[in-house]
């Protein structure tokens, strides 16, 4: 066993082990079924719903040495449990390692959970010292509010809440309003093409300007993963002024995601954003989606969800991150 999985840390009974092959990807989707009705997940989610293993093992495809930072718990041959661990730079420096455990119910509250956050913590503690990052690093994990027995061991090891995030659901895109004169005069809206690209990336991180803890997002992974079908802008003359960056859900046709919805600072309250966001609903109920979800941080300082609300949009979950010094 390597220093990597500190067996020590367990109960009799159970070991860690590194994450192996698809096999093991059948077995993690099971323990986040199995985790369902204690977390209350929502299975709908598109920020964490309950994953098939396909999708589990493209998830642990883009970790950096998925063998080394994810891990599983085993009881019997069976996998019961598993942390992963990655990372990322933010717009202030911070480098934020995040860890993210699962573990069945019938096996909490018998220092599993503790095992497997101490096997993460000591993994990030290297991890940092190899980058050279120990002085601007954070460690954090992801709790939703239902995961009552996350939250718990996160707070008594001395995590705190910095922010969270609220998911909504627009149930029936057939209900949505009927398009009025919601542009102001001068402000025309149409798709994005790839010689929008770099204006689309621009209006979108510049949104963020003044908001914290938010992962530094290079214009090569915004072209990386772009997906235009679904995206729609607004000009003012030659100037784009914002967009709705939205998509249709890979494993479910059925649902749209309006991953994006950024307005210019000199552009809000003027109803552009509504005329975006209007707009990319339709294109995504044209495309097949029946129901449409969105999420948003709760300290959003631009009243956004008066905003979604008007349209139909309804609270569903509520995402919160942790933190933690690395020392």
């Not at 019961?80 to 934020?96: A, N, P």
């Not at 149409?190 to 770099?198: A, E, K, L």
Request: aromatic share 8%; hydrophobic share 35%; charged share 25%.
């Amino acid at each position: 066993m390597s220093d990597d999985t500190p067996g020590q840390y367990l109960p009799a009974g159970f070991r860690f082990r590194p994450c192996r092959d698809d096999e093991d990807h059948n077995a993690m989707a099971v323990v986040r079924l199995g985790c369902a009705e204690r977390d209350r997940v929502d299975a709908h989610s598109v920020v964490e719903g309950l994953p098939t293993a396909a999708e589990i093992a493209a998830a642990s495809a883009k970790l950096e040495e998925p063998s080394r930072n994810q891990i599983l718990v085993v009881r019997d041959g069976n996998v019961v449990g598993y942390s992963t661990i990655r990372w990322w730079q933010e717009r202030d420096d911070t480098w934020l390692y995040l860890h993210r455990g699962y573990l069945l119910p019938e096996h909490r509250h018998q220092g599993i959970g503790s095992a497997m956050l101490s096997w993460a913590e000591e993994r990030i503690r290297r991890l940092a010292v190899q980058h050279g990052t120990a002085r601007s690093a954070m460690i954090g994990a992801n709790a939703m509010t239902s995961e009552q027995d996350a939250k718990a061991l996160l707070l008594a090891t001395g995590y705190r809440r910095v922010f969270s995030l609220v998911e909504l659901e627009l149930d029936d895109l057939r209900q949505l309003p009927e398009p009025g004169s919601e542009l102001p005069a001068g402000i025309r809206t149409g798709p994005i093409g790839t010689s929008h690209y770099r204006a689309a990336w621009r209006t979108v991180v510049d949104s963020y300007a003044d908001t914290g803890f938010t992962q530094k997002w290079p214009f090569q992974d915004f072209v990386d993963t772009a997906d235009p079908a679904c995206w729609r802008a607004a000009w003012n003359g030659q100037d784009m002024v914002g967009v709705a960056l939205c998509s249709i859900r890979h494993h479910d046709h059925t649902v749209g995601e309006v991953e994006e919805l950024s307005v210019r600072t000199g552009q809000r309250r003027l109803g552009i954003g509504r005329a975006l966001l209007l707009d990319g609903l339709r294109i995504l109920r044209e495309q097949g989606a029946t129901t449409a979800r969105l999420f948003t941080g709760t300290a959003n300082p631009h009243r956004s969800y008066d905003l979604y609300e008007s349209v139909g949009f309804r609270r569903q979950n509520e995402y919160v991150r942790y933190r933690k010094p690395l020392a």
